[in-house]
């Protein structure tokens, strides 16, 4: 089963994957049903997209619909995303589109903040999308201390195999024992 408070996204995936359940609503409100497995890549609970959450009844409420030996596996973007006051600037182009970055991060307050503008050509005309992306950033160990303590063993990572995560993040891969 999937859950994504993203209406397109579940639309996406219902296309994609036409046999699987999908649920719109957001991971930290919707009941998470009896299951072997809980995963959340790509920073996916550092958004701020949704109500203010907090992690701990999240993985208090993951733990309680894991089967014993079940496993928990996300991702997470820490401090050190980028300099904190020394926004970063870039872009990346095609042939028919052009995606502009910036990237800035308040070390005080937690928070990194990725403005995301793309522009994609429709006939002789370009289309332009803006996004702004919000972020709580966590430190690693902090995180893991939090899974320690809900009953999780717990291995922190750098990498999912071969693919290392981007600067300043760690993987989780938290067991609930047998």
Known sequence: MGIDISEAMIELSRTRVPEAEFRLGSLF????????AVTAVS???????DVEHELIPLFRRVYDSLTPGGLFVFDLAGPGQVRPGEPVRGFSEGEDWMVVLEKEEDAEQGMYRRTITSFRKVGELYRRDDEVHDQRLYRAS????????TGFRVKTMRSYGDYDLPRAHAAFLARKPR
């Open 29 to 36: 409100e919707v009941e998470i049903p009896r299951c072997r």
């Open 43 to 49: 920073e996916v609970l550092n958004y701020l997209f």
């Open 142 to 149: 902090k995180i893991a201390g939090e899974l320690r303590q």
